[in-house]
């Protein structure tokens, strides 16, 4: 009820606190204090914010709601260390986000909207299609929540969760100017990674924004005509126009892209791909990660999507050293969290309303 009539204040960067606060009456230096209480020290409730005085707290508890998501659920794999959250948003939504804890690091893969509007064949969450862009605290809560539960330093982020980011622009930018910010000292812009279908307007406007996030890029085909059966989206964005996205992105910020490249048998896995991929590559600054096809079964798929299937793993093998030879950085990517539907791209949760 009361989360209908409040304005998130989590998921505002600093500029709007300074003007928010100023607009109460307060001194701008409030805003900093705020802001390292939502963001680095993650509270759930105004009356932690040890410095704030009294009368300025419950100011804001009149016009402002601190916690914009509620675990639903959590669920950890029997079979390797992942942990599967369920999150419900104040319009009663759930979202998913996955725990991937490595020898180093700990990952947290966060959803940026309520299921995808973009209908790729072989990701569950297009099966399960769009109903709304997550706010840019309910981007950042995923994180806070998450390393609350946990009681652990979540080192990297990964937005491939639910969704597609770069259709999410403005919430998607703003989480990650919040987590750029000297105030927050848990994590680093360059232990982030922005994954895209290739939205490529919003790729130039990533590249541009000084930010110097990593990028990945779902690309799956080299070929147009394939690229369009498996992901439609390729139809509006095609595949030249968005190599040249990413070649600008890459020397814009320094850095190298990740393409990812799930494998499908019979239709991404043939010597004509290893060859597409060698032409296409060759001459960028990119590592290419493979991705085995995590099944949709569990989601009973029909049409298109449901005759899919992995490449087998021998094939696996074979069309990365072949890759290899050709002198591209190749990584296969260790699926994780397969036994409770948190591997990539099953992400799915039923509509409830
Ligand atoms: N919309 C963004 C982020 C979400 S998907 C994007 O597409 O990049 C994150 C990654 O998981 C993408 O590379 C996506 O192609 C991959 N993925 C989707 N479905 C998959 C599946 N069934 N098996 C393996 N990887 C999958």
Request: proline share 3%; hydrophobic share 35%; net charge positive.
């Amino acid at each position: 009820m009361i989360g209908k009539e409040l304005i998130q204040i989590k998921g505002m960067a600093l500029d709007e606190l300074e003007f928010c606060l100023e607009e109460l009456g307060e001194k701008k230096f409030r805003a900093k204090q705020i802001f390292k209480w939502l963001y680095d020290s993650g509270v759930t409730s105004f009356d932690e914010m040890l410095n704030i005085p009294k009368n300025l707290r419950n100011k804001l508890k009149k016009i402002y709601i601190l916690n914009t998501l509620r675990v639903h659920s959590h669920q950890s794999s029997k079979i390797d260390k992942t942990t599967k959250f369920i999150f419900e948003t104040n319009k009663y939504h759930k979202i998913e986000s996955v725990i991937i804890p490595e020898r180093n690091r700990t990952t947290l893969c966060l959803s940026t909207q309520v299921g995808c509007p973009l209908d790729c064949k072989f990701c569950a969450t297009g099966l399960m299609g769009y109903k709304q862009n997550l706010t840019s605290g309910e981007i950042i809560d995923q994180f806070l929540m998450t390393s609350r539960n946990l009681g652990k330093k979540i080192t990297n982020i990964v937005y491939m969760g639910m969704g597609e980011p770069l259709l999410n622009f403005e919430n998607t930018l703003k989480s990650l100017t919040i987590f750029n910010s000297d105030l927050i000292s848990n994590i680093h812009l360059k232990h982030i990674t922005v994954s895209t279908v290739g939205i490529i307007p919003n790729i130039y406007k990533l590249a541009d924004s000084g930010l110097n996030v990593r990028l990945a890029l779902s690309l799956h085909s080299c070929f147009n005509n394939i690229r369009n059966k498996i992901m439609p989206i390729n139809k509006k964005y095609p595949l030249e126009k968005l190599i040249d996205a990413a070649k600008y992105y890459a020397v814009k910020t320094g850095s190298k892209i990740t393409i990812e490249y799930v494998m499908l048998k019979g239709i991404n896995d043939r010597n004509e791909d290893i060859k597409g991929l060698t032409k296409l590559f060759s001459q960028m600054p990119i590592k290419i990660n493979i991705i085995p096809f995590n099944s949709l079964k569990h989601m009973n798929p029909t049409g298109f999507s449901g005759e899919l299937e992995p490449t087998s793993k021998e094939r696996i093998k074979e069309f990365v050293e072949k890759l290899r030879t050709k002198n591209l950085q190749i990584t296969i990517r260790d699926s994780q969290g397969e036994d409770i539907a948190a591997a990539c791209g099953q992400l799915a949760i039923k509509f409830n309303n």
